[in-house]
């Protein structure tokens, strides 16, 4: 079965510190890979997603994040957090017709 | 630039009561989705439908219903309103299929049932 891990529930950095979230997925097959945010009390927005070839993408906002097929993950980073970025992050892997998501971080950022 | 739109976005409901969740998307998507937003949760599959005239069953369908009579419109029905079905509800949408295609979500609708 298709799943999606995020193994951190919550975290806090500082504004202008650099931030990885990470994300395993367990899928047989190449997996598609997104990450999606959501901020308070609104939808959810994609930041990037990764169906193919280079494995390194970018998104919006200045984020990235890196397929690592040997390691199973799809952690996205971004060099230097900005207050706004506080927000909760989705993982998630697509398969047939649905999507899954992982469980979400959230991210404070602290002045 | 609509994209999806979902109504209404707060609602409460007593128990037992009964009430549609609509949804309408004007990118012409084959797929649509309702997902449920629990905190700690992460995002559930409620339902969701391949094209019109057509759905299918998620992860957690029990206690919803829906029906796809258009491409633009998915609406999402409770019958018997009970407190675990509070929760945000988000729909969604897609091209030819989640598979190598973006989902695009509504902003949610928050729904208490008292």
């Known amino acids: 079965a298709q799943s999606v891990t995020q193994p951190d529930i919550h975290i806090t950095v500082s504004e202008g510190a650099s931030l990885e979230l990470r994300c395993n997925y367990s899928?047989?097959?190449?997996?598609?890979l997104f990450w999606y945010v959501q901020s308070p009390g609104q939808g959810l927005q994609l930041l990037l997603k990764?169906?193919?070839?280079?494995?390194l993408v970018q998104g919006i906002k200045g984020f990235e994040a890196e397929f690592k097929r040997s390691q199973s993950s799809f952690n996205l980073r971004k060099p230097s957090v900005h207050w706004s970025d506080a927000a909760e992050y989705f993982c998630?892997?697509?398969?047939?017709?649905?999507?899954?998501f992982g469980t979400g971080t959230s991210l404070t950022v602290i002045p | 630039n609509a994209g999806v739109t979902q109504t209404p976005k707060f609602r409460i409901l007593k128990i037992g009561q009964s009430m549609t969740l609509q949804c309408t998307q004007d990118m012409n998507h084959n797929y649509m989705y309702w997902y449920r937003q629990d905190p700690g949760m992460g995002l559930k599959l409620i339902y969701y439908s391949v094209g019109a005239g057509i759905t299918d069953k998620g992860e957690v369908p029990n206690g919803y219903n829906v029906s796809r009579s258009t491409t633009e419109d998915f609406p999402l029905r409770l019958e018997l309103a009970a407190p675990s079905q509070t929760s945000v509800y988000f729909c969604?949408?897609?091209?030819?299929?989640?598979?190598?295609?973006?989902?695009?979500f509504g902003e949610g609708s928050w729904l208490t049932v008292v």
């Open positions: 969604a949408s897609s091209t030819t299929g989640a598979s190598g295609n973006t989902i695009y």
């Open positions: 899928y047989g097959a190449t997996p598609y």
């Open positions: 990764y169906f193919s070839g280079d494995t």
């Open positions: 998630a892997v697509v398969t047939g017709n649905q999507f899954y």
